[in-house]
């Protein structure tokens, strides 16, 4: 997906730092399509962000559930988490976050996604590895918000289910 990622204060969502244009991997996934992970995967070089490269990967992810589902408004929208639920594994460093995204499924695939985070930084077996921080210091470099928007765009490493949230639904009953 193209992103404009807009970064702003911990403390106050609305005073806006930087802004960027970055690639994302976005992932929903699960016997009802209940997960979702978004991960960031580079600066977007072209500024037409047409396609995205083909080597892109995830770098730094987000991990939300779904809490609820409009099939009339081809939209759904994902709680963002702190902790990974168990045996939950991303690629790409998870990234501890409140917030949440709405994804829409119209002509094309979009998402709103507003979160903030804080965390420590550290390293396990040769990983990197960000552990929550519920009350963060005050201006602490580790704690910021980010306001995504965000749409498709061809990538050789995408895959796209068909079903629908009914589809799924019948899948389910009958199984």
Do not use: N
């Not at 992810?61 to 081809?74: P, Q």
């Amino acid at each position: 997906m193209a992103a404009d990622i807009a970064r702003s204060d911990y403390a106050k969502p609305t005073l806006i730092r930087s802004r960027s244009r970055e690639w994302l991997i976005a992932c929903r996934w699960g016997p009802d399509g209940e997960y979702l992970s978004i991960a960031t995967a580079g600066v977007m070089l072209d500024s037409r962000g047409l396609a995205a490269p083909d080597a892109i990967a995830p770098i730094h992810s987000l991990f939300g559930l779904l809490v609820s589902e409009s099939e009339t408004e081809a939209a759904s929208t994902f709680l963002l988490v702190r902790q990974l639920p168990f045996p939950v594994e991303l690629a790409g460093t998870f990234f501890p976050a409140d917030g949440y995204v709405l994804l829409q499924q119209r002509e094309t695939i979009s998402l709103v996604c507003k979160t903030r985070y804080s965390h420590s930084r550290g390293w396990l077996d040769g990983r990197e590895v960000r552990k929550d921080i519920p009350d963060p210091a005050p201006a602490s470099v580790e704690a910021m918000a980010w306001h995504i928007e965000a749409t498709r765009r061809s990538w050789i490493g995408e895959f796209i289910s068909g079903a629908t949230l009914q589809e799924r639904r019948a899948i389910r009953a009958a199984g």
